[in-house]
């Protein structure tokens, strides 16, 4: 069973930056494809970013394209969200995410949902002030 702790939220004015971080245990790291998810008061959950095995292919939604990189360490079996440019919309609680193979390569076919992912942590509050 993979357990996924999400780390680094907080409160930042517009047009700053954070970098969120998500530990994994209980599962090969190196096996999952890894991706974060939002979701906004009100709202559905959001996919914003996804990474397969070794960090090698990356996948963004367009909201967080430019902005957002995903990257991960195989090694300390962490994945990282770095944003700048932050706006207030993108207040939320973000989600880190670990799927099997098809999570590690959906996006070839389609944008990856959250019924691809298997693993979930429990969410890291981001606040974005204007």
């Known amino acids: 069973q993979v357990q996924l702790v999400e780390s680094g939220g907080g409160l930042v004015q517009a047009g700053g930056s954070l970098r969120l971080s998500c530990a994994a245990s209980?599962?090969?790291?190196?096996?999952?494809?890894m991706a974060w998810f939002r979701q906004a008061p009100g709202k559905g959950r959001e996919f914003l970013a996804a990474?397969?095995?070794?960090?090698?292919?990356?996948y963004y939604a367009d909201s967080v394209k430019g902005r957002f990189t995903i990257s991960r360490d195989n090694g300390k079996n962490n994945v990282y969200l770095q944003m700048v440019s932050l706006k207030p919309e993108d207040t939320a609680v973000y989600y880190c995410?670990?799927?099997?193979?098809?999570?590690?390569?959906?996006?070839?076919?389609?944008?990856?949902?959250?019924?691809?992912?298997?693993?979930w942590g429990q969410g890291t509050q981001v606040t974005v002030s204007s």
């Open positions: 990474t397969n095995w070794s960090g090698g292919s990356t």
């Open positions: 995410a670990a799927g099997g193979p098809i999570a590690a390569y959906v996006w070839n076919q389609r944008a990856p949902r959250e019924r691809d992912y298997n693993y």
């Open positions: 209980g599962g090969t790291f190196a096996r999952l494809g």
